[in-house]
């Protein structure tokens, strides 16, 4: 088939576009290739892609709305894997535009595009994020999600509803992953495993917020894109069950679900970090702060609903995990951090 992946100089993007390169598939990505982080990083990662004769690469920015309907009707996509967004959550705090520009107009760009150009399958990457305030573990699609604790959270919840919109009236088919932390080779600087490895390997503290008391459902990145490829697969169908008086925030009677997508084995931080030093072979030196605004505790994801529907079995232990991010980081940036 022919696939839109928006984001695809991203993490999650180039290695989903590989993938489904990899078996076949017609890929276009688009990417806006912005400086929130390294755009050497990104351009390193579409480099890999580029030898696919099956690939196009597009720069553009998703809340461009005219430049996103001339790539609807330019491309006869027949479904789109939306992973652009403005990521993290502390950058939120100080920079809350940005995430309106581009993770909802930039969606509501993407849902115009599949409502008129007859899209078999919208799938889009949502957070664990939006799970907020709730306490009660492991977090279930099937619980209430009403009280986000950052923009960026926020803006991922808003994505969830206006989905559902546009499944609702227009048929559309959508299905929400529920991402959990995400890690690996290719991962984003601004995330823990990259700047813990770099100050580890060149002899400077960590931060270490909560005092090291947080737990997170890290999920290694190849686990995460099989999951994706199989509900891309599979278009959401409407929940012919479901019931306005006893309304399942999981489901529809529209073609909309929404999914955890995590190894449902949620570590401790300080138990990550120490299995990072063992493969590094050096000790960190460990800045135990506070709990930062915007963040949360735990995370702990139940994904029996994507098992169930999908056959979704993330099988790659933290150990070996880390060991292959390892491996890349030195290769990439060699053993002096970068």
Same mark, same amino acid.
């Given at each position: 088939?022919? @696939? $839109?992946?928006?984001?695809?100089?991203?993490?999650?993007?180039?290695?989903?576009?590989?993938?489904?390169?990899? /078996?076949?598939?017609?890929?276009?990505?688009?990417?806006? &290739?912005?400086?929130?982080?390294?755009?050497?990083?990104?351009?390193?990662? $579409?480099?890999?892609?580029?030898?696919?004769?099956?690939?196009?690469?597009?720069?553009?920015?998703?809340?461009?709305?005219?430049?996103?309907?001339?790539?609807?009707?330019?491309?006869?996509?027949?479904? @789109?894997?939306? &992973?652009?967004?403005?990521?993290?959550?502390?950058?939120?705090?100080?920079?809350? %535009?940005?995430?309106?520009?581009?993770?909802?107009?930039?969606?509501?760009?993407?849902?115009?595009?599949?409502?008129?150009?007859?899209?078999? %399958? $919208?799938?889009?990457?949502?957070?664990?994020?939006? #799970?907020?305030? *709730?306490? /009660?573990?492991?977090?279930?699609?099937?619980?209430?999600?009403?009280?986000?604790?950052?923009?960026?959270?926020?803006?991922?919840?808003?994505?969830?509803?206006?989905?559902?919109? !546009?499944? %609702?009236?227009?048929? $559309?088919?959508?299905?929400?992953?529920?991402?959990?932390?995400? #890690?690996?080779?290719?991962?984003?600087?601004?995330?823990?495993?990259?700047?813990?490895?770099? *100050?580890? &390997?060149?002899?400077?503290?960590?931060?270490?917020?909560?005092?090291?008391? %947080?737990?997170?459902?890290?999920?290694?990145?190849?686990?995460?894109?099989?999951?994706?490829?199989?509900? &891309?697969?599979?278009?959401?169908?409407?929940?012919?069950?479901?019931?306005?008086?006893?309304?399942?925030?999981?489901?529809?009677?529209?073609?909309?679900?929404?999914? *955890?997508?995590?190894?449902?084995?949620? @570590?401790?931080?300080?138990?990550?970090?120490?299995?990072?030093?063992?493969?590094?072979?050096?000790?960190?030196?460990?800045?135990?702060?506070?709990?930062?605004?915007?963040?949360?505790?735990?995370?702990?994801?139940?994904?029996?609903?994507?098992? /169930?529907?999908?056959? !979704?079995?993330?099988?790659?232990?933290?150990?070996?995990?880390?060991?292959?991010?390892?491996?890349?980081?030195?290769?990439? #940036?060699?053993?002096?951090?970068?």
């Amino acid at each position: 088939m022919k @696939v $839109l992946v928006t984001g695809v100089a991203g993490f999650i993007g180039a290695s989903l576009c590989g993938k489904l390169l990899g /078996r076949g598939d017609e890929v276009v990505g688009i990417d806006n &290739l912005n400086d929130y982080y390294d755009v050497n990083l990104k351009t390193a990662r $579409l480099d890999l892609l580029a030898s696919y004769e099956k690939f196009k690469f597009i720069k553009l920015d998703i809340a461009d709305r005219t430049a996103v309907d001339a790539l609807f009707q330019q491309e006869r996509v027949q479904r @789109v894997a939306h &992973l652009a967004a403005q990521a993290g959550v502390r950058y939120s705090l100080a920079n809350p %535009h940005a995430y309106i520009d581009s993770n909802i107009q930039g969606f509501m760009n993407i849902l115009e595009g599949c409502r008129h150009h007859v899209i078999e %399958h $919208l799938v889009y990457a949502s957070s664990s994020s939006v #799970y907020g305030a *709730n306490t /009660r573990m492991p977090f279930s699609v099937h619980d209430n999600v009403d009280h986000p604790v950052s923009m960026y959270a926020a803006s991922k919840k808003a994505n969830e509803l206006m989905a559902h919109a !546009y499944s %609702h009236l227009f048929q $559309l088919s959508t299905t929400g992953l529920r991402f959990f932390t995400v #890690y690996g080779p290719w991962g984003r600087p601004d995330m823990s495993p990259i700047i813990f490895a770099r *100050n580890i &390997l060149e002899g400077k503290p960590i931060n270490v917020f909560n005092f090291g008391n %947080h737990r997170r459902d890290f999920t290694y990145i190849d686990d995460i894109v099989d999951g994706v490829i199989r509900v &891309l697969d599979k278009p959401a169908q409407a929940n012919m069950e479901w019931t306005g008086e006893n309304p399942d925030p999981g489901s529809s009677r529209a073609p909309y679900k929404v999914y *955890n997508i995590g190894s449902n084995q949620p @570590v401790h931080l300080l138990t990550f970090i120490e299995t990072l030093e063992k493969c590094l072979g050096k000790t960190a030196i460990k800045n135990l702060l506070p709990m930062q605004p915007g963040d949360v505790p735990d995370t702990y994801a139940d994904v029996s609903d994507l098992a /169930r529907d999908f056959g !979704y079995q993330p099988g790659t232990k933290l150990e070996e995990g880390i060991s292959r991010f390892v491996r890349w980081y030195l290769d990439f #940036y060699g053993d002096v951090g970068n």
